[in-house]
Every structure is written in structure tokens, then in C-alpha cells.
């Protein structure tokens, strides 16, 4: 079974044909098709297979699932296991030698096997074959079969209608003519009729690659046609009131972070509207910039935006900016889990300018907020939201000016390369007082042998933190639902609570507030605590099923430590061999989340760093990091270099 993950990136520019005009397709049919999102022709020719299905016959035996040819030498019995459970056998000759092959639930079979019969099966050969697949001889089809898993429509019928559809429509060009040239592309028609009705791997190869190429092309011509509409507009800045209120604060600032506050200043008072990229380590103090840059435009009379991917990190920076700045700037927090009166008298507020400074979540950019001076968007973890979703925040406003925050280390080249339109600026010392955080990596076997460094943490009146890969329970994988039953259990005196991405926003939010307040002893959660929740008394972690996730993340999770008075200890607990443990052990030494960073893009490639979120960069996650570094900077030079008149409508 050949599986490919498809980008989305069609889109089509003719009169939608409607689908009752392929033969077949009735009132009844169109109606499940329109449950599956396919409404016209052209949506049925870009519904594009999931999978394939190599049905090559096997001319010798192969120790894994093959079809064979097949001939039938004694007529079928059924067996009955167990309740719904019925087993159909019979005895067949593959390749010379006389098997008892075996079908589950698949009792149909047995009108249709007779001694004699030609047949094709699909399955492991031994001594004795439990088929996964039976088909009649003339009905069977070699070759590379798609599959479309489609839950009401079977895959012969769909394929039937595709082929109908190509018979009556042309698909039109979307890549630019330079791309297409330089990367010695078919025409998008016959590269999705390709994918439709593959003759070799070779045109699977040739589709996929031309998706690739499409959805990097999109996204670089996307960035273009933003960057050629910036508006022009120079905006007043408040400078000596911004130093004034960082020498207030109750820590003193590092040269970078003072360098950097100075550049995002001067950005602000630049004619042209700055993009500017802002990434640090864990705990450089990447905010604190953003908030006094912001400082300078709110003592004009400005508005300034910070939006979070979670409400319970957008309600963190709010009580941040609340604490630093001792409610100096009217300011509120716009969340989609407030209620309806208290949402439209914020939005009221917003609209009217009596707050200047709005934190807030998606709702941020939603039609239903509007604001009468926004001058400024600050975008924190800024790899979590799509590109269109940070373009409808900075259409908000009047030449709005960009800083996204970056916790995520991200190599310079990489920086530069995906972030072609914006300035990069990396805060490279950490604050005074941060504390050591030291890790160890543990056998998940001998976890509980960890139980005596809770005791001790909890003696000492510090908290912990324990991480697990899912919220329920599984076979494979310690959950939390588990290790929050056996934590109650070993440890029955401690204030224990469970964070994970299943909870209601304002369930969360609560559970962290007590966390931070001291209330809870014990917190089990997921990657929700990885970036920004800043916890004064927290001294131990341990995370479970540690080789599930990248060493980056791994640093960003262990930099909930050491945040303040405590130094920190970290445990992974892992599961695998020698390799596995290799990879961990470099935490133990290494604290430089770029270094680290670079190792997990050179070993498992984009999606752990960038995660699976709604950025689009899940795209990239399965591959080759520097092969598809390459690919986007030769996009970037044809498209720079090309003088064919392109534009984001091109695709």
C-alpha cells in the first residue's frame, strides 16, 4: 500500500459543470457526494486518491502481503469462532504448492469457490494463508489502483466518474510559466489525471512533487502580493516614556533586549510598514520587548494587538502587562469563550479606542472586531496561525505594523528563507536570575523509581510538572487519564489537577491561575504548558514517552523550570534503544535551543518544529529538511528572476 499525504493547492478559475451532467450521477448520488464537500465537476476531479493500492502479482513467495495467483481445489467451509465471527475456509494451489488459505466474515465467498476456479488472494504466504483479500480472476484489476476512502462511495464507481469528468473538462494552468520551466513541470491537466490513473510510481512521484512545488509557489507568491500593498505611514513614538517605564521595571534588561526595543522603535517610525521576526530561547524575555515597543505607540494614542494561540497564554500576557506596567494603559482581552454581554461591551470598547491595548485569541481577527487607531500587531508563537489569519489582524488596522514573537528557535537560513518578508531579529543572552535546569533521561520502566524525586520536590514546597504524550488512555502510550490514577493513588496528600487541550477554555484557565497561585501540588498535562506559562515554584518535571517528541520541544518544555528562585530537574522518561537514548541524551549537555533546533530539522524534519498547526506547515512535515530548503529558495530566485507578470491570483 503506497500512502502520500496531498496538499490542497488547486483551485479553479472556469464555470463550475454541474455533477448530474456525468452519466451516473442522479439526484441520490449528488447528495452523497455533496455530504462528502464535492459539489461541481471540478471538485470531483480534484478529490484526489489518499492512497494506492500496488496490486502487482508475485511470481515467487514474499514474507510480506502479496497477491497471488491462484487456483481452487476443494470447495469452501464455514466455521463459526465466536458471535459475529465466522471463518471460511478452503484449500487453493499458489506457486505449485497446495495451501489451506482462510477468510473472516467474508462468507459470501462460499457461492461463488468451486474446485477449478482461477481467483487472486491477498496475503502472507506460509504453511497456511489468512487472506486479507479475495478477488475473482476476471474481476481483478493489476496495477496501481487508487484509493479514495470515500465512506459512502466506492472506489470502482468514483474512479468511473473522474474518468467521465476529464472526457469533458480541461483543467486550467495555476503555476506560473517560469516555475514551470525551471522545474520541467507537466501541465497541471495531465499531472491530476496522472494522479487519477497512474501508469508507474513514477507519475505518483511526478504528482506529489507537483503539489510540493504548487504549495511552496503559493504561499512565496502570497507573501508578494502582501508585501507590494503595504501602505506607507510613519507613526509618532513616545520614546523617552518607553525607557522611562523599562528602568521602572523590577529587573533590569539585557543588551539584546535593549537593542532590540531600540530597532523595534526605529521600525515604528520608518515611513514603510515593518515585519520584523523576534525569536529567542526560552526565557530571553521576547514579551517584554514586544510590550515596551508597544509603549511608545499607546502614549500617542495608538492601539496595539497581541494575539495568542491559547487563551490561557493570551490571559497570562494580559495579567503580564497588567503587573509590569501597574495599569498604566486601559487595556482588556477579547477570548471566544466570553459571554455574549461581556464580549460586545469589550468589542464596544475596542471599537470606540477607550482601550488601548487588546489581547486576545482568534477572536482577535474575527469580522466582529474593529478598532479605531491599531497600529501595531504583536502575534505570539506566530508559526500557530495561518498567514491569511495574520493579514486579516493587520487589515485592521491603518499600516499596521508586524512583530511576530518566535519561542520556537529557528536557524538563521531557515529564518530568512520562509520569512523572506520580514526582518529577523534574535535576542541571544538570557535575563539575570535565570536558574540552571539540569536533565536526566530515564528508562519509562524504572519510572517509578521517580516517585521519591516527587516526594522530595513536595517536601521542599515545590511544584511539579508532568507531561504525557495524549489526554486518554492507550495501549501504547501512557495518557494522563492513567498517570493522574496512579499519581492520586501513590500520593493522596498532594493538590493534583490535569491540563490538556480537551478542556473547556475557562476550565483551563482556572487550573493554571491555581497552579501559579500555589494551590496545586501536582499538575499532569500535555504540550499545552510548552510555551510561556511561567510558574514561580515549580522545581521538577518529568515527561513520559519522551522519544515522541523532538529535542526542541523537548527544550521549550523543560524551560518551564528555572524561571525564578529554584533550579529545575527534568527527567525523560523514554522508550526505545540505544539510538533513542542517544538522541535525548544531548539535553543533558546542551541548552542552546538553536543547536538544538538544527539537530531536529536535520533528523526528522519540519514538523517538529513547527508542529502540526494551523500555519501550513504541517505540509512540510514528512520532508527532507534541506532538500526543501533548497526548493524554497530556487522558487523564490525563479520567481525574483522571472519577469512573466506573476501574481498570488495565479494560483
Known sequence: MIKLEFISSFFYTQTPMKLHEIAGIGPKTEAKLNALKIFTVEDLLLTVPKSYDDRKIADTVLDTPAYYEATATSLPKIFSVRRNLKRLTFKATILGETIQIALFNQTHWFHHLKPGRSIVVYGVFKKSMTAQRLFLKENFSPGLNPRYKLKTISD???????????????????????????????????????????????????????????????????????????????????????????????????????????????????????????????????????????????????????????????????????????????????????????????????????????????????????????????????????????????????????????????????????????????????????????????????????????????????????????????????????????????????????????????????TLHAFQAHEIDLLIATTVIEVGIDVKDAGLMLIYHAERFGVAQLHQLRGRLGRHHIDGVCYLLYQGNAAVKQRLDVLKTLTDGFELAQMDLDTRGFGTLFGTDQSGFHALDAWPYEETLNLIQAIQATLRDSSDGTSANAL
Do not use: C
Open 156 to 510: 470502482k464507481r468514483f474512479r468511473e466518474w473522474v474518468r467521465a469528468g476529464f472526457q469533458e473538462l480541461k483543467i486550467p494552468e495555476s503555476l506560473p510559466k517560469s516555475i514551470q520551466t525551471r522545474f520541467s513541470l507537466k501541465s497541471r491537466h495531465d499531472t491530476l489525471y496522472q494522479a487519477h490513473f497512474p501508469q508507474s510510481l513514477e507519475d505518483i512521484q511526478a504528482f506529489y512533487t507537483w503539489q510540493k512545488i504548487a504549495y511552496l509557489t503559493g504561499r512565496e507568491l502570497s507573501r508578494q502580493s502582501v508585501h507590494d500593498h503595504k501602505m506607507s505611514s510613519a507613526k509618532p513614538v513616545a520614546r523617552e516614556k518607553v525607557w522611562a517605564q523599562a528602568a521602572a521595571l523590577p529587573f533590569s534588561l539585557t543588551k539584546s533586549q535593549k537593542e532590540s526595543v531600540q530597532m523595534l522603535l526605529d521600525d515604528l517610525e520608518d515611513p514603510r510598514p515593518k515585519r520584523r521576526l523576534l525569536q529567542g530561547d526560552t526565557g530571553s524575555g521576547k514579551t517584554v520587548v514586544a510590550m515596551l515597543s508597544a509603549i511608545g505607540l499607546l502614549e500617542t494614542g495608538h492601539q496595539v494587538a497581541l494575539m495568542a494561540p491559547t487563551e490561557i497564554l493570551a490571559r497570562q500576557h494580559h495579567q503580564t502587562f497588567k503587573t509590569l506596567f501597574k495599569d498604566a494603559y486601559a487595556s482588556t482581552i477579547l477570548t471566544g469563550s466570553l459571554d455574549a454581554q461581556t464580549l460586545k461591551q469589550r468589542l464596544e470598547a475596542v471599537q470606540a479606542g477607550t482601550v488601548a491595548m487588546v489581547f486576545g485569541t482568534h477572536q482577535l481577527f474575527s469580522k466582529t472586531t474593529r478598532f479605531k487607531t491599531l497600529a501595531q500587531v504583536i502575534i505570539d508563537e506566530q508559526h500557530r496561525f495561518g498567514v491569511n489569519q495574520r493579514e486579516a489582524l493587520l487589515a485592521k488596522g491603518k499600516a499596521a505594523d508586524l512583530i511576530s514573537l518566535s519561542a520556537t528557535p529557528i536557524p538563521r537560513t531557515l529564518a530568512l528563507t520562509l520569512y523572506q518578508d520580514m526582518d529577523v531579529t534574535t535576542l541571544n543572552d538570557v535575563p539575570a536570575g535565570r536558574r540552571t535546569v539540569k536533565t536526566e533521561v530515564v528508562p519509562l520502566k524504572n519510572a517509578k523509581t521517580l516517585d521519591y524525586m516527587i516526594e522530595l520536590a513536595l517536601e521542599a514546597n515545590q511544584q511539579v510538572f508532568v507531561v504525557a504524550p495524549r489526554i486518554e488512555d492507550d495501549e501504547a502510550l501512557l495518557s494522563v487519564e492513567r498517570i493522574e490514577h496512579y499519581y492520586r493513588d501513590r500520593f493522596p496528600k498532594a493538590r493534583l489537577a490535569t491540563l490538556h487541550g480537551g478542556q473547556h477554555a475557562e476550565e483551563k484557565t482556572q
